[in-house]
């Protein structure tokens, strides 16, 4: 009985066997089925950015991103910060894409892993590229953006206009974050041409309601009413709200804004007052001309009132609407601009010279010599500009001027101050000479042959000054005179006294590019005015600078003459 009870379970057993050994091999099967189809190809559904790489191979898949997305790094952008706009492209702000890591990425690539392969042959979803950047390049388009597109906060203001404190409002700023607009920039290059920088608003230091707080106090109270100055025995004066107003300011400190006076502008606003006090006030020294040559006029001390003591006085008392007085002593005040000041800046010797001469006309002896006069005894302190128009004046009938021949729309007409280039060539070849800062000068558009070749100014009230500028550590001081009379051939003369730092020479002229006039032109109306035909051509040379035989510096001068049209007066034969 027990034997044949065996046999049964026995045989039941390897069935059992058998049937377990063919799933695995089903299964086995399968799986070298999935994984000999998923190979190496992009799981079934995967997308980059929109592009389609699904079941791809991953060499396949890298061509088709690069044929896609290739030509995003070189398209258009547009970076926005603030109001600001840069455009760019993505490989000009160093980014790129690395195609190989993004099908990685993506799930391409031989694995044994069931989950893996199946996710090969059923899965995958949207992916981002792997994107690469050029660290330097990028941060340096950053900055870029970030010098142009920052907007530094506006402060709120109190200004003084007349007698009225008016306020001006504040305004927020734009800083533009750098490291994050650079992880933006990678972020969005992909997907759009509009990119946007990553900014944050900054706050100013001093707000309007500030501002408003402070003008309601302080700014009301400041020229609310005068102030009464004693000075002791000399008298009293009294500042109205008027002269306050001229040296009144409110500068930011601390969060807020606090009311200054500025000495010299309110000294200034006061002399009429100060001067009826009757004191005897201080002079600075005079560097002038004397028998030729340059003289100082020495300084003189006086008794004044200290600007500053004023200012600060002025100052603890404007916070009081009414009733406000403060003691100012009368004392001893220096000269601003000392005899020993004048002597150090060593006016002592000729360090440019220049005469030029012209037909003895009337009006060219009129206005030759008056510019002469004027220009003569001109001063410059270091660091001072010299505007011939300023010196000179407007030229009008009223100032003295005659009418005489000028240059005006490339023709010669009669013109108020006619003549006057004259004294201005002569003055700029003065200062060429004694190697001083030339800011501008403009030759003359038609060449006239009683002047160095593309070294000469002209001049023009409205349009065209001469102006230079002294450059040097020492005192400037011109001296102009003219000869002759009318009928007589004429001449003017400048000078330039000074410490030489330099002898000047100017190199040969080289013409070239030489112009024919152009045909004549008949001219029948009352005001003609007839002219001769005159070429043009280019002129270049240089200044040069020694210092003993040895050249420090050269400067090149270059200009280009018109050609002039003849005109005869009449109609033509």
């Not at 980059?48 to 061509?63: P, R």
């Not at 230091?205 to 100055?229: K, N, Y």
């Not at 005015?529 to 240089?542: C, I, K, L, T």
Request: aromatic share 6%; charged share 20%.
């Amino acid at each position: 009985m027990s034997t044949s009870s065996d046999q049964p379970s026995t045989r039941g057993r390897s069935r059992a066997l058998w049937v377990s050994g063919g799933a695995v091999v089903v299964l086995g099967g399968a799986y070298l089925a999935g994984y000999a189809l998923a190979g190496d190809n992009v799981p079934r559904n995967a997308t980059v950015a929109g592009v389609a790489i699904g079941g791809l191979s991953a060499e396949a898949a890298a061509e088709k991103l690069r044929s896609e997305l290739g030509p995003r790094l070189s398209r258009p952008l547009q970076v926005s910060a603030g109001d600001h706009t840069l455009r760019t492209t993505a490989s000009e702000l160093g980014l790129g894409i690395d195609y190989a890591a993004t099908v990685a990425n993506a799930g391409a690539g031989r694995s044994w892993n069931p989950i893996a392969i199946v996710a090969a042959l059923t899965g995958g979803g949207e992916h981002r590229p792997v994107v690469t950047r050029d660290t330097a390049k990028l941060a340096s388009a950053v900055d870029q953006l970030a010098q142009e597109g920052d907007v530094e906060p506006t402060d709120a203001g109190l200004s003084v206009r007349g007698t009225t404190v008016v306020r001006s409002e504040s305004a927020p700023g734009v800083s533009v974050q750098r490291p994050q607009t650079a992880d933006a920039l990678a972020a969005q290059f992909v997907d759009s041409t509009e990119l946007s920088a990553v900014v944050v608003r900054t706050e100013p230091r001093i707000s309007t309601a500030e501002a408003d707080r402070v003008a309601d106090t302080i700014g009301r109270q400041a020229l609310a009413s005068p102030i009464t100055v004693r000075t002791g025995a000399s008298g009293s004066f009294e500042l109205s709200p008027g002269m306050i107003a001229a040296g009144l300011s409110f500068q930011p400190a601390e969060g807020t804004l606090k009311a200054r006076l500025d000495a010299g502008k309110l000294i200034k606003a006061a002399a009429g007052p100060i001067k009826g006090l009757g004191l005897k006030q201080p002079k600075d020294a005079v560097i002038t001309l004397a028998g030729g040559k340059p003289t100082i006029i020495p300084s003189a001390d006086g008794v004044g009132l200290d600007p500053s003591a004023l200012a600060t006085a002025a100052l603890g008392v404007l916070d009081r609407p009414a009733g406000r007085s403060i003691t100012v002593p009368a004392t001893t005040q220096k000269a601003a601009f000392s005899t020993d000041d004048a002597k150090s800046l060593g006016v002592k010797e000729i360090t440019g010279t220049f005469t030029t001469y012209y037909p003895g006309s009337a009006y060219r002896v009129n206005n030759i010599g008056k510019a002469a006069r004027l220009v003569n005894g001109t001063f410059l302190k270091p660091g001072e500009t010299f505007s011939m128009n300023a010196t000179l004046g407007k030229r009008t009938a009223a100032a003295g001027w005659m009418a005489g021949g000028g240059i005006e729309g490339g023709q010669i007409k009669t013109l108020l101050g006619g003549g006057i280039s004259q004294a201005t060539t002569t003055t700029f070849n003065a200062i060429f000479f004694a190697g001083l800062e030339d800011i501008y000068h403009k030759p003359h558009s038609l060449y006239f042959s009683r002047y160095p070749v593309g070294r000469e100014a002209t001049l023009d009230w409205v349009s065209v000054d001469m102006k230079f500028r002294n450059d040097s550590p020492h005192g400037v001081l011109l001296q102009a005179w003219t000869t002759g009379k009318v009928g007589q051939t004429g001449s003017v003369t400048v000078r330039v006294w000074s410490t030489k730092r330099y002898t000047v020479k100017a190199s040969s002229p080289v013409r070239s590019n030489y112009r024919g006039p152009g045909a004549v032109r008949y001219d029948s109306s009352p005001g003609c005015v007839p002219q001769s035909a005159m070429s043009g051509f280019d002129v270049r040379f240089n200044r040069l600078f020694y210092q003993g035989k040895k050249l420090v510096k050269s400067e090149p001068f270059f200009w280009r003459y018109n050609t002039l049209t003849p005109v005869v007066c009449g109609k033509k034969p």
